[in-house]
């Protein structure tokens, strides 16, 4: 826990109560409430965390005014531009750079746990062909807790970490079974001499009957979406991991409940609900008509892609994803792609228009994403499975923080209840 060095004052009717602030290492003070309880018998309402700091954690920092995006203390677009996918999932886990010879190490262990346990394949077999990869992948993932018993023991930090290495190792694998079973090829299995990127590629299209071919811009693309998505502090999907995690519940099933949250439109599922939506706006004629939509208080369109409850700024990732997208599609001979032209000028009106100013509303992570996962041949049901597969490493290196905290307690809110107080029952006859 950070400096306790000033104190809050809490004028409560006739009673004065005194409160610890808490000085982070960087962004705003935290006003300790734990005690407000048991001094003056109220609690605290914050429906949704717009306040609250529900932890406290070393890993990732979001300056939301400024724009800024922090794992470690080093900036989103360095490690989009200098690192990759593995080198900063090591840094996520473990707080700091590794060496040549630790990364080396810590590449081979995840290479080497990247197949599934041969009996999962049947259990894939119980989904319908027409399921949604995220279905099938909470529904796997929570299923790895009756496959992988020697790592759900989380009072063992060796059993934690080697859950650790296998989520992070098994999540592209189970992505791309889960889309090869949606459209009924077979499942290609991992192959080793492959980085974590191509190694994604190619089990999601190879097939038996082909020589598959890793395409290194693609990879280079896939890689730096991994990197972009892949911690964001207390989003909603990481408190739902801490939070499930809390009761003391197996690695496996908290990474499911989190994959679970993820997939809600107004988080992770942003990015296929961004896309559908520029295809439908179809043409930059048609987009003023869209942002009118969207600023209009009765109708529930939201433009996707727009607005963050921290970002009152660009969103970095958004801007590193928009220069990728030029790249990848020059690179692909598709850069009069409609679609990026439409967001291109959405961007633009919406950055200039009012309504967006006012609420500092800016394009978030998922504005670019879409475009170039389509572009590299994703359908959109696969958008938000490549996000959870990104994500699996800040999920896990949350959960492993929290885990390692001697203070951690059950997450258990309060509420404000407005409903009927005691009453007597009625019988049915006479209601
Ligand atoms: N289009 C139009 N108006 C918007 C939008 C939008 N995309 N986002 C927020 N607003 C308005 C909202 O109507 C509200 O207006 P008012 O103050 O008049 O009621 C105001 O801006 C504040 O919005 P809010 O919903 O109270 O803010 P929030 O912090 O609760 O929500 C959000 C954040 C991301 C859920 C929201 O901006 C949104 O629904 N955006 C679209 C979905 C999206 O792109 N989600 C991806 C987020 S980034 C990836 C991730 O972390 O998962």
Redesign the pocket.
């Known amino acids: 826990m950070a400096g306790k060095s000033k104190t809050a004052k809490l004028i409560i009717g006739a009673n004065e109560i005194e409160l610890p602030i808490h000085s982070p290492s960087a962004g705003a003070n935290v006003i300790d409430v734990t005690t407000l309880y048991n001094q003056a018998g109220v609690f605290t309402y914050d429906p ?1 965390f717009t306040s609250t700091a529900s932890c406290d954690s070393t890993i990732t920092f979001i300056d939301g005014y400024k724009g800024e995006l922090l794992h470690r203390g080093y900036p989103i677009d360095q490690l989009a531009d200098k690192s990759h996918y593995l080198e900063v999932c090591f840094l996520l886990l473990y707080g700091y750079l590794p060496t040549g010879a630790e990364l080396e190490d810590f590449e081979h262990r995840v290479t080497t746990h990247t197949m599934l346990h041969e009996q999962m394949m049947y259990f894939f077999r119980g989904f319908r062909r027409d399921a949604h990869p995220m279905a099938v992948m909470t529904g796997v993932v929570g299923a790895m807790s009756a496959f992988y018993h020697d790592s759900t023991d989380i009072t063992d930090s060796w059993q934690r970490e080697v859950a650790s290495i296998r989520l992070i190792a098994k999540m592209p694998t189970i992505a791309a079974m889960a889309y090869k079973y949606t459209i009924g090829q077979p499942f290609v299995y991992p192959l080793n001499n492959l980085d974590y990127a191509s190694n994604f590629l190619r089990m999601c299209f190879a097939v038996p009957a082909e020589e598959y071919q890793v395409n290194p811009i693609l990879s280079r693309a896939m890689d730096r979406i991994f990197t972009l998505h892949a911690d ?1 502090e207390q ?1 909603a999907s990481t408190s739902t991991v801490r939070l499930a995690s809390s009761s003391g519940a197996n690695p496996f099933a908290c990474i499911a409940a989190g994959i679970a949250c993820l997939w809600g ?4 599922g ?1 990015n296929q609900a ?1 896309l559908e939506m520029l295809k439908e706006i179809g043409t930059v004629d048609r987009i003023p008509e869209y942002i009118t939509r ?1 600023k209009d208080k009765d109708d529930p369109f ?8 921290v970002y009152k700024n660009i969103d970095p990732r958004a801007r590193v994803l928009k220069k990728s997208a030029d790249e990848v599609l020059e690179l692909l001979g598709i850069e009069d792609n409609p679609l990026l032209q439409v967001a291109k000028e959405l961007e633009n009106m919406a950055l200039n228009d009012q309504y967006f100013i006012e ?1 500092k ?1 800016f394009p ?3 504005f670019y994403s879409g475009i170039i996962l389509e572009a590299m041949g994703f359908p959109t049901s696969m958008f938000t499975p490549i996000f959870a597969v990104s994500r699996t490493v800040g999920w896990i290196s949350q959960w492993k923080e929290m885990i390692a905290d001697p203070q951690v307690k059950i997450g258990r809110p309060r509420q404000l209840y407005l409903g009927e107080t005691l009453r007597d029952y009625v019988d049915i006859e006479n209601r």
């Open positions: 949704g964001h989003n439109p107004a988080h992770g942003a961004c969207a939201r433009l996707m892609g727009f607005g963050h409850r609420k509303l978030n992570v998922d």
